[in-house]
């Protein structure tokens, strides 16, 4: 329950910072700190983020959520089941965002990629790569994951605003809508995990 009241309250700050950040000041203040980031262009940085582009954008979230789906009817774990969900869950709630919001891009004067649809907020690669490596720490509780999630995500955080295709504002929204649909999607994990049913348990003797 203190999951759920959690996550619905931050689903509501995305949707007042997407309308908020429409409005000229903030928009303003948004393309001075890409203009900062976008200032430090080179070509390995732009490798990385074009390598950071191509490996977490539709068609990869497409093979992803279906490799994901593979792999919950074959081991048929919930562990398996709730990365899916997780996966689907952030994602897909970045794309609803997009249309409820309809913030349109950056100018397209400083893109590096081109035309790439109308809609900003939030980014769908930043979105996608947070999901999945949530979905990742859900099969596998291990430190390393979650070091390697944060870096992977701070990378592309930095890659869209770095590639001229997303403002800071939309890339920072992508982290709260994925951390308000995982809460959501894990609220129900803990309670029904039998073993911490057993830990709970005081033991007796005699």
């Given amino acids: ?59 990869a979230g497409v093979v992803i959520s279906v490799c994901l789906a593979l792999f919950a009817l074959v081991v048929r774990t919930p562990e398996a089941v709730r990365a899916l969900l997780v996966v689907l869950a952030g994602w897909g ?21 081109g035309l790439t649809g109308e809609t900003s907020f939030p980014s769908g690669h930043v979105c996608l790569t947070a999901a999945v490596a949530v979905a990742v720490w859900v099969l596998v509780r291990r430190g390393w994951v979650i070091a390697v999630g944060v870096v992977l995500v701070a990378g592309q955080m930095f ?17 709260i809508v994925v951390a308000a649909t995982s809460i959501l999607v894990l609220a129900g994990g803990a309670h029904h995990d039998p073993r911490a049913s057993r830990r709970a348990l005081p033991s007796y003797s005699g």
């Fill in 1 to 59: 329950m203190i999951r759920l009241v959690a996550g619905l309250p931050l689903l509501v700050l995305v949707t007042v910072l997407g309308f908020t950040a429409e409005t000229p000041g903030w928009t303003s203040a948004d393309l001075a700190v890409g203009q900062v980031v976008q200032d430090g262009r080179n070509p390995v940085l732009t490798a990385v983020a074009l390598l950071l582009n191509l490996g977490f954008g539709t068609e």
């Fill in 93 to 113: 709630a970045g794309a609803v965002f997009k249309v409820l919001v309809h913030r349109p891009r950056p100018p397209g004067s400083g893109s590096m990629l």
């Fill in 159 to 175: 890659a869209r605003v770095y590639l001229g295709v997303h403002y800071p504002t939309d890339v920072l929204a992508s982290i």
